[in-house]
């Protein structure tokens, strides 16, 4: 009912699906729908792979700057990216692309799956998995991260989702 809702008012929109991990490594894991296998094959050859395998194809299709699968996964606009200026260490991010083979990681679940636009569809969806450490540890950290996450979430559609929002 949502989705129907934001493509009759706005005509795309973005999920984000926001969980918190108990991985060894403590970075934020942005789950597309493609594992950790997926992204190491992507940091080789970043234009082999179609947008349309992933749960945020219809930004690339209708992206307002045209921008590639691989701006919107590793570029310096990417979530991760602005989540790794800010401090947040996230993968994957321009400078930080895959997991490590053997490195638990979280590449998106049901609702990724059934919400994103993977399927077709005009609502993109991406999963966070969030660490614990510097993240979730404490109550002051919960509300730096937060606060952070929302300014970070405005650059994000700005730049990605500008024909359906402007930052005011």
Not at 81 to 107: R, T, V
Not at 146 to 168: G, K, P
């Amino acid at each position: 009912q949502y989705r129907q809702e934001i493509e009759q008012t706005h005509g795309r929109g973005l999920l984000i699906d926001l969980h918190g991990h108990g991985h060894r490594i403590q970075k934020i894991e942005l789950g597309y729908l493609r594992n950790g296998s997926d992204l190491r094959a992507f940091a080789q050859q970043p234009e082999s792979t179609t947008a349309t395998m992933v749960s945020v194809r219809n930004a690339v299709v209708e992206h307002p700057q045209g921008n590639s699968l691989s701006d919107l996964l590793i570029g310096p606009q990417a979530l991760g990216s602005l989540l790794s200026a800010q401090g947040f260490l996230a993968i994957p991010a321009e400078g930080d692309i895959a997991p490590n083979e053997g490195d638990a990681f979280f590449s998106g679940g049901y609702i990724t799956q059934v919400y994103g636009s993977r399927e077709g569809g005009r609502i993109d969806a991406i999963q966070l998995e969030l660490n614990r450490q510097g993240l979730r540890d404490t109550n002051e950290n919960r509300t730096a991260f937060a606060n952070a996450m929302a300014e970070i979430l405005l650059d994000y559609l700005s730049h990605h989702y500008s024909d359906v929002f402007t930052r005011e």
